[in-house]
Protein backbone atom coordinates (compact mmCIF):
# COMPACT_ATOMS: atom_id res chain seq x y z
CA UNK A 1 0.00 0.00 0.00
CA UNK A 2 1.66 3.29 -1.19
CA UNK A 3 1.54 6.24 1.39
CA UNK A 4 3.41 9.22 1.71
CA UNK A 5 4.09 11.01 4.92
CA UNK A 6 5.03 13.85 6.33
CA UNK A 7 6.48 13.98 10.02
CA UNK A 8 4.08 17.12 11.64
CA UNK A 9 1.57 18.41 9.12
CA UNK A 10 -0.53 17.10 6.78
CA UNK A 11 -0.09 17.98 2.96
CA UNK A 12 -3.13 18.02 0.37
CA UNK A 13 -3.30 19.88 -2.48
CA UNK A 14 -3.57 23.47 -0.98
CA UNK A 15 -0.81 23.09 1.40
CA UNK A 16 -0.74 22.21 5.09
CA UNK A 17 -4.22 21.90 6.45
CA UNK A 18 -3.87 20.31 9.93
CA UNK A 19 -2.94 21.91 12.68
CA UNK A 20 0.56 20.68 14.48
CA UNK A 21 -1.32 20.50 17.52
CA UNK A 22 -4.66 19.58 18.68
CA UNK A 23 -7.16 22.64 20.03
CA UNK A 24 -9.15 20.25 21.75
CA UNK A 25 -8.66 18.16 25.32
CA UNK A 26 -7.63 15.49 24.21
CA UNK A 27 -9.82 11.88 24.76
CA UNK A 28 -12.45 13.89 27.18
CA UNK A 29 -14.96 11.53 26.97
CA UNK A 30 -12.23 8.33 26.03
CA UNK A 31 -14.02 5.27 26.64
CA UNK A 32 -16.54 6.79 29.18
CA UNK A 33 -17.91 3.09 29.36
CA UNK A 34 -14.69 0.75 30.15
CA UNK A 35 -12.56 4.05 31.95
CA UNK A 36 -10.77 6.13 30.52
CA UNK A 37 -7.03 6.32 29.81
CA UNK A 38 -6.53 9.61 30.98
CA UNK A 39 -8.30 9.25 34.37
CA UNK A 40 -6.46 9.45 37.50
CA UNK A 41 -4.58 6.54 37.68
CA UNK A 42 -6.11 4.86 41.40
CA UNK A 43 -9.43 4.81 39.33
CA UNK A 44 -8.66 3.71 36.06
CA UNK A 45 -7.88 0.39 34.44
CA UNK A 46 -4.04 0.35 34.75
CA UNK A 47 -4.41 1.23 38.67
CA UNK A 48 -3.25 -2.31 41.26
CA UNK A 49 -6.94 -2.14 41.58
CA UNK A 50 -8.29 -3.31 38.30
CA UNK A 51 -5.46 -4.87 37.54
CA UNK A 52 -6.07 -6.99 40.78
CA UNK A 53 -9.63 -7.53 39.58
CA UNK A 54 -8.32 -8.36 36.08
CA UNK A 55 -6.68 -11.34 37.03
CA UNK A 56 -9.35 -12.16 39.90
CA UNK A 57 -11.40 -12.46 36.80
CA UNK A 58 -9.01 -14.50 35.26
CA UNK A 59 -8.13 -16.82 37.86
CA UNK A 60 -12.61 -17.65 38.48
CA UNK A 61 -12.35 -18.45 34.96
CA UNK A 62 -9.45 -20.73 35.42
CA UNK A 63 -11.30 -22.80 37.94
CA UNK A 64 -14.40 -23.62 35.45
CA UNK A 65 -13.19 -27.03 34.22
CA UNK A 66 -13.37 -27.05 30.26
CA UNK A 67 -13.94 -23.17 30.20
CA UNK A 68 -12.31 -22.04 27.20
CA UNK A 69 -9.55 -19.29 28.17
CA UNK A 70 -8.44 -16.33 25.47
CA UNK A 71 -4.85 -16.20 24.90
CA UNK A 72 -3.06 -14.29 26.59
CA UNK A 73 -1.71 -12.46 23.77
CA UNK A 74 -5.53 -12.05 22.19
CA UNK A 75 -7.43 -8.46 22.34
CA UNK A 76 -10.46 -9.90 23.48
CA UNK A 77 -12.40 -5.74 24.79
CA UNK A 78 -11.98 -2.51 23.42
CA UNK A 79 -9.61 -1.31 26.19
CA UNK A 80 -6.98 -4.22 24.70
CA UNK A 81 -7.49 -2.77 21.71
CA UNK A 82 -6.65 0.58 22.49
CA UNK A 83 -4.04 0.46 23.99
CA UNK A 84 -2.02 -0.99 21.31
CA UNK A 85 -2.09 2.14 19.92
CA UNK A 86 1.60 3.53 19.62
CA UNK A 87 2.76 -0.67 20.65
CA UNK A 88 2.03 -2.58 17.06
CA UNK A 89 0.33 -2.14 14.42
CA UNK A 90 -3.64 -3.31 14.72
CA UNK A 91 -5.37 -5.87 12.38
CA UNK A 92 -8.98 -6.72 11.84
CA UNK A 93 -10.84 -8.17 9.19
CA UNK A 94 -14.46 -8.71 7.87
CA UNK A 95 -16.57 -12.46 8.74
CA UNK A 96 -20.41 -12.94 7.95
CA UNK A 97 -20.75 -16.31 9.43
CA UNK A 98 -19.33 -19.44 11.46
CA UNK A 99 -17.19 -20.66 9.17
CA UNK A 100 -15.37 -17.37 8.32
CA UNK A 101 -15.05 -16.43 11.80
CA UNK A 102 -13.05 -19.25 12.94
CA UNK A 103 -11.05 -18.66 10.07
CA UNK A 104 -10.27 -15.34 10.61
CA UNK A 105 -10.07 -15.83 14.57
CA UNK A 106 -7.35 -18.40 14.08
CA UNK A 107 -5.45 -15.89 11.67
CA UNK A 108 -4.43 -14.22 15.11
CA UNK A 109 -6.62 -10.81 13.97
CA UNK A 110 -7.43 -8.17 16.74
CA UNK A 111 -10.83 -7.63 15.87
CA UNK A 112 -13.24 -9.13 13.11
CA UNK A 113 -15.91 -6.87 12.24
CA UNK A 114 -19.57 -8.30 11.05
CA UNK A 115 -19.36 -5.52 8.41
CA UNK A 116 -22.58 -4.29 6.41
CA UNK A 117 -20.23 -5.18 3.61
CA UNK A 118 -21.62 -8.55 4.10
CA UNK A 119 -24.94 -7.00 1.72
CA UNK A 120 -22.70 -6.33 -1.35
CA UNK A 121 -19.80 -9.24 -0.68
CA UNK A 122 -22.40 -12.09 0.26
CA UNK A 123 -25.85 -11.03 -0.30
CA UNK A 124 -26.30 -9.67 -3.97
CA UNK A 125 -26.83 -6.15 -3.20
CA UNK A 126 -24.79 -3.82 -5.37
CA UNK A 127 -24.66 -1.49 -2.06
CA UNK A 128 -24.62 -1.65 1.58
CA UNK A 129 -27.70 0.25 1.95
CA UNK A 130 -30.60 -2.58 1.70
CA UNK A 131 -29.09 -4.57 4.74
CA UNK A 132 -31.17 -4.46 7.60
CA UNK A 133 -30.57 -4.42 11.41
CA UNK A 134 -31.83 -8.05 11.73
CA UNK A 135 -29.69 -9.43 8.75
CA UNK A 136 -26.90 -7.90 10.84
CA UNK A 137 -28.32 -9.76 13.69
CA UNK A 138 -28.32 -12.76 11.86
CA UNK A 139 -25.03 -12.26 10.48
CA UNK A 140 -23.11 -11.17 13.77
CA UNK A 141 -24.73 -14.45 15.83
CA UNK A 142 -23.28 -16.74 13.07
CA UNK A 143 -19.94 -15.43 13.95
CA UNK A 144 -19.91 -15.19 17.36
CA UNK A 145 -20.87 -18.99 17.43
CA UNK A 146 -17.62 -19.60 16.18
CA UNK A 147 -16.79 -18.43 19.36
CA UNK A 148 -13.69 -15.78 17.68
CA UNK A 149 -10.73 -15.22 20.30
CA UNK A 150 -10.50 -11.43 19.33
CA UNK A 151 -12.88 -8.72 19.74
CA UNK A 152 -16.07 -8.51 17.32
CA UNK A 153 -17.18 -5.55 16.26
CA UNK A 154 -20.72 -5.41 13.98
CA UNK A 155 -21.61 -2.79 12.11
CA UNK A 156 -25.04 -0.29 12.49
CA UNK A 157 -26.61 -0.58 9.26
CA UNK A 158 -28.15 2.35 7.02
CA UNK A 159 -30.47 4.15 8.25
CA UNK A 160 -30.67 3.61 12.23
CA UNK A 161 -28.82 6.44 13.40
CA UNK A 162 -31.05 8.40 11.49
CA UNK A 163 -34.37 8.22 12.64
CA UNK A 164 -34.13 8.78 16.78
CA UNK A 165 -31.74 8.32 19.66
CA UNK A 166 -34.15 5.65 21.05
CA UNK A 167 -34.31 3.73 17.74
CA UNK A 168 -29.96 3.83 17.66
CA UNK A 169 -29.82 2.67 21.20
CA UNK A 170 -31.82 -0.62 20.51
CA UNK A 171 -30.53 -1.48 17.83
CA UNK A 172 -26.95 -1.04 18.88
CA UNK A 173 -28.87 -3.35 21.86
CA UNK A 174 -30.09 -5.71 19.42
CA UNK A 175 -26.47 -6.38 17.77
CA UNK A 176 -25.03 -6.79 21.22
CA UNK A 177 -27.87 -8.73 23.04
CA UNK A 178 -28.96 -10.79 20.67
CA UNK A 179 -25.95 -10.31 18.06
CA UNK A 180 -23.12 -11.43 20.89
CA UNK A 181 -20.94 -8.46 19.37
CA UNK A 182 -18.71 -6.70 21.58
CA UNK A 183 -18.97 -3.61 20.20
CA UNK A 184 -21.04 -1.83 17.29
CA UNK A 185 -19.00 0.01 14.16
CA UNK A 186 -21.17 3.47 13.21
CA UNK A 187 -20.34 5.55 9.91
CA UNK A 188 -20.33 9.14 10.66
CA UNK A 189 -18.74 11.89 12.29
CA UNK A 190 -19.80 15.17 14.21
CA UNK A 191 -23.17 14.51 12.84
CA UNK A 192 -23.54 11.28 15.32
CA UNK A 193 -21.46 12.44 17.67
CA UNK A 194 -23.81 13.70 19.96
CA UNK A 195 -25.65 10.33 20.11
CA UNK A 196 -22.37 7.65 20.25
CA UNK A 197 -21.83 9.64 23.31
CA UNK A 198 -24.95 9.08 24.87
CA UNK A 199 -24.45 5.23 23.84
CA UNK A 200 -21.40 5.12 24.95
CA UNK A 201 -22.99 6.23 28.13
CA UNK A 202 -25.40 3.54 28.21
CA UNK A 203 -22.33 1.15 28.12
CA UNK A 204 -22.38 0.32 24.64
CA UNK A 205 -18.35 0.62 23.40
CA UNK A 206 -18.66 2.11 19.57
CA UNK A 207 -16.17 2.42 16.31
CA UNK A 208 -16.35 5.10 14.75
CA UNK A 209 -16.02 5.54 10.63
CA UNK A 210 -14.97 8.51 8.69
CA UNK A 211 -13.87 9.44 4.93
CA UNK A 212 -15.42 7.54 2.49
CA UNK A 213 -18.74 6.34 3.84
CA UNK A 214 -20.64 3.66 1.63
CA UNK A 215 -23.83 4.14 3.60
CA UNK A 216 -23.79 7.93 2.21
CA UNK A 217 -22.76 6.46 -1.63
CA UNK A 218 -26.15 7.57 -3.20
CA UNK A 219 -25.92 11.17 -1.83
CA UNK A 220 -22.38 11.45 -3.02
CA UNK A 221 -22.74 9.88 -6.12
CA UNK A 222 -20.05 7.41 -5.96
CA UNK A 223 -17.00 6.06 -3.99
CA UNK A 224 -13.77 8.45 -3.77
CA UNK A 225 -10.64 9.52 -1.93
CA UNK A 226 -11.29 11.70 0.61
CA UNK A 227 -9.50 14.20 2.21
CA UNK A 228 -7.75 16.16 -1.23
CA UNK A 229 -8.86 19.29 -0.93
CA UNK A 230 -7.99 21.94 2.70
CA UNK A 231 -11.69 22.06 3.57
CA UNK A 232 -12.58 18.55 3.31
CA UNK A 233 -8.96 17.63 5.40
CA UNK A 234 -10.15 19.99 7.73
CA UNK A 235 -13.77 18.48 8.08
CA UNK A 236 -12.41 15.11 8.64
CA UNK A 237 -9.72 16.51 11.30
CA UNK A 238 -13.05 17.80 13.13
CA UNK A 239 -14.52 14.72 12.70
CA UNK A 240 -11.92 12.23 14.35
CA UNK A 241 -11.61 14.63 17.39
CA UNK A 242 -15.24 14.81 17.61
CA UNK A 243 -15.52 10.66 17.85
CA UNK A 244 -12.55 11.20 20.11
CA UNK A 245 -14.58 13.21 22.54
CA UNK A 246 -17.89 11.34 22.36
CA UNK A 247 -15.93 8.07 23.65
CA UNK A 248 -14.80 6.22 20.33
CA UNK A 249 -12.67 3.38 21.56
CA UNK A 250 -11.45 3.57 17.41
CA UNK A 251 -12.36 5.21 14.33
CA UNK A 252 -12.07 3.94 11.06
CA UNK A 253 -10.95 5.68 8.47
CA UNK A 254 -11.95 5.07 4.85
CA UNK A 255 -10.32 6.28 1.52
CA UNK A 256 -8.76 9.01 2.88
CA UNK A 257 -5.76 10.83 1.50
CA UNK A 258 -2.50 8.91 3.32
CA UNK A 259 -1.25 12.13 4.66
CA UNK A 260 -4.37 13.05 6.09
CA UNK A 261 -4.74 9.79 7.95
CA UNK A 262 -1.62 9.76 8.85
CA UNK A 263 -1.82 13.06 10.43
CA UNK A 264 -5.48 12.39 12.48
CA UNK A 265 -3.31 8.68 13.55
CA UNK A 266 -1.19 11.02 15.36
CA UNK A 267 -3.86 14.19 16.74
CA UNK A 268 -6.49 11.50 18.51
CA UNK A 269 -6.12 8.91 20.81
CA UNK A 270 -8.39 6.19 20.00
CA UNK A 271 -6.00 4.01 17.24
CA UNK A 272 -6.93 5.22 13.57
CA UNK A 273 -7.95 2.09 11.27
CA UNK A 274 -6.89 2.38 7.85
CA UNK A 275 -8.95 0.73 4.65
CA UNK A 276 -7.43 2.23 1.72
CA UNK A 277 -5.90 5.32 3.45
CA UNK A 278 -2.36 4.22 3.38
CA UNK A 279 0.30 2.54 5.69
CA UNK A 280 1.00 5.27 8.72
CA UNK A 281 -2.75 4.34 10.70
CA UNK A 282 -2.38 1.95 13.68
CA UNK A 283 -4.04 -0.45 11.85
CA UNK A 284 -5.40 -1.84 8.89
CA UNK A 285 -8.84 -3.65 7.77
CA UNK A 286 -9.83 -5.36 4.58
CA UNK A 287 -13.03 -6.72 3.78
CA UNK A 288 -11.64 -10.45 3.75
CA UNK A 289 -13.45 -11.81 0.65
CA UNK A 290 -11.24 -8.56 -1.28
CA UNK A 291 -8.04 -10.18 -0.28
CA UNK A 292 -8.64 -13.39 -0.98
CA UNK A 293 -10.18 -12.58 -4.51
CA UNK A 294 -13.43 -13.76 -3.74
CA UNK A 295 -16.01 -11.33 -5.17
CA UNK A 296 -18.83 -10.51 -8.18
CA UNK A 297 -17.59 -6.92 -8.05
CA UNK A 298 -14.34 -5.44 -9.46
CA UNK A 299 -11.84 -5.64 -6.46
CA UNK A 300 -10.67 -1.94 -4.75
CA UNK A 301 -8.35 -0.70 -6.68
CA UNK A 302 -6.48 -0.08 -2.99
CA UNK A 303 -6.60 -3.90 -2.11
CA UNK A 304 -4.20 -6.25 -3.88
CA UNK A 305 -5.86 -9.95 -3.32
CA UNK A 306 -3.28 -12.69 -2.12
CA UNK A 307 -5.09 -14.94 -4.02
CA UNK A 308 -7.66 -15.56 -6.73
CA UNK A 309 -10.27 -17.85 -5.02
CA UNK A 310 -12.35 -17.42 -7.40
CA UNK A 311 -10.81 -18.70 -9.90
CA UNK A 312 -9.61 -21.77 -7.48
CA UNK A 313 -13.36 -22.34 -6.69
CA UNK A 314 -14.75 -22.60 -9.99
CA UNK A 315 -11.85 -24.87 -11.43
CA UNK A 316 -12.97 -27.00 -8.32
CA UNK A 317 -16.44 -27.20 -8.76
CA UNK A 318 -16.15 -27.12 -12.70
CA UNK A 319 -14.16 -30.40 -12.43
CA UNK A 320 -16.34 -32.21 -10.08
CA UNK A 321 -19.13 -31.21 -12.56
CA UNK A 322 -17.60 -32.63 -15.24
CA UNK A 323 -15.99 -35.70 -13.19
CA UNK A 324 -19.93 -36.53 -12.18
CA UNK A 325 -21.18 -36.00 -15.60
CA UNK A 326 -18.42 -37.73 -17.50
CA UNK A 327 -18.66 -40.99 -14.77
CA UNK A 328 -18.53 -44.52 -16.64
CA UNK A 329 -19.39 -47.45 -14.54
CA UNK A 330 -16.21 -49.41 -13.53
CA UNK A 331 -13.26 -46.43 -13.92
CA UNK A 332 -11.80 -45.04 -11.11
CA UNK A 333 -13.28 -41.79 -9.71
O1 LIG B 1 -18.75 -2.92 6.04
C1 LIG B 1 -17.52 -3.03 6.08
O2 LIG B 1 -16.94 -4.07 5.77
C2 LIG B 1 -16.75 -1.86 6.48
C3 LIG B 1 -15.28 -1.89 6.22
C4 LIG B 1 -15.08 -1.48 4.80
C5 LIG B 1 -14.52 -1.04 7.16
O3 LIG B 1 -17.29 -0.90 6.96
Not at 139 to 161: I, M, Q, W, Y
Amino acid sequence: MSQTENSNTANTKEGNVLPAEKKSKPGKNLNKSNSSMNKNKSKGPDSPKSESLRKGIVNTRNRTKGSVRPEKSRVCTTLDLLKLKGKRKIVGLTAYDALFGKLVSDSGVDFILVGDSVGTTLLGYDTTIPVTINDMIHHTAAVRRSNPKCLLVADLPFGEASLSFDRLLESARALLQKGGADAVKIEGGRDVADDIEKLVLTGIPVMGHIGLLPQTVKSIGGYRKFGKEKEEAESLYKDAISLEEAGCFAVIAEMMESAVASELAKQILPPLIGIGSGGACDGQILVTPDLLGLSNFEIPSFVKPRMNLNQEISNVLSEYVSDIKNFKEGRNR
